[in-house]
T-cell receptor, first 116, second 116 residues
Framework: AQKVTQAQTEISVVEKEDVTLDCVYE???????LFWYKQPPSGELVFLIR??????QNEISGRYSWNFQKSTSSFNFTITASQVVDSAVYFC?????????????FGQGTTLQVKP | DTAVSQTPKYLVTQMGNDKSIKCEQN?????MYWYKQDSKKFLKIMFS???????INETVPNRFSPKSPDKAHLNLHINSLELGDSAVYFC???????????????FGPGTRLTVL
């Protein structure tokens, strides 16, 4: 079965704190793709990153970084020095190569509140 | 220069009515999708079309009928609306039909449907 679990329903931090959002996935496919999307209070879904299963390199983009570990089936997202504008719902998602349909399987989402 | 657009943004209607949501993408993508986000923010795929061909139909009631007049448009028609259809509906698109499962999906702003 293909599944994405975001165990943290809500996280609240104070501005400038670092915060890590956890994502654990399940798939039997050896070829798969992992994504993070951001849904700010305005409601749109904003693409943040895509990672394929053959690339375990961590990635950093400004204050955002992603840690992909196949050994623990995790693809965690860290925001360094959080800002109020980071307040949003963050979704981790999975597609898998054998499906050949592009179906995105989403986690339940983590609501991040950054307080000033 | 909007990439994926949806109309209307808000839709309030009575039970039993028929309504349509329109989606257009100007990215030149081959594949388009409809997702439903429920009141708990959970996102689930409903349909996908690749070059006007239906690829995914995820156990959606047949009151929901997608229509793709061309590869830049994917509309969603809903017959006999029910209270449980109240949700946010997102349209998305991805570039290459031949590599389904690998491409990033870009989402529209969403349509909030409220059935009274």
């Amino acid at each position: 079965a293909q599944k994405v679990t975001q165990a943290q329903t809500e996280i609240s931090v104070v501005e400038k704190e670092d915060v890590t959002l956890d994502c654990v996935y399940e798939t039997r496919d050896t070829t798969y793709y992992l994504f993070w999307y951001k849904q700010p209070p305005s409601g749109e879904l904003v693409f943040l990153i895509r990672r394929n299963s053959f690339d375990e390199q961590n990635e950093i983009s400004g204050r955002y970084s992603w840690n992909f570990q196949k050994s623990t089936s995790s693809f965690n997202f860290t925001i360094t020095a959080s800002q109020v504008v980071d307040s949003a719902v963050y979704f981790c998602a999975l597609t898998f190569g054998s499906s050949n349909t592009g179906k995105l399987i989403f986690g339940q989402g983590t609501t991040l509140q950054v307080k000033p | 220069d909007t990439a994926v657009s949806q109309t209307p943004k808000y839709l309030v209607t009575q039970m039993g009515n028929d309504k349509s949501i329109k989606c257009e993408q100007n990215l030149g993508h081959d594949t388009m999708y409809w997702y439903k986000q429920d009141s708990k923010k959970f996102l689930k795929i409903m349909f996908s079309y690749n070059n006007k061909e239906l690829i995914i139909n995820e156990t959606v009631p047949n009151r929901f009928s997608p229509k793709s007049p061309d590869k830049a448009h994917l509309n969603l028609h809903i017959n006999s609306l029910e209270l449980g259809d109240s949700a946010v509906y997102f349209c998305a698109s991805s570039p290459y039909g031949t590599r389904l499962g690998t491409d990033t999906q870009y989402f529209g702003p969403g349509t909030r449907l409220t059935v009274l």
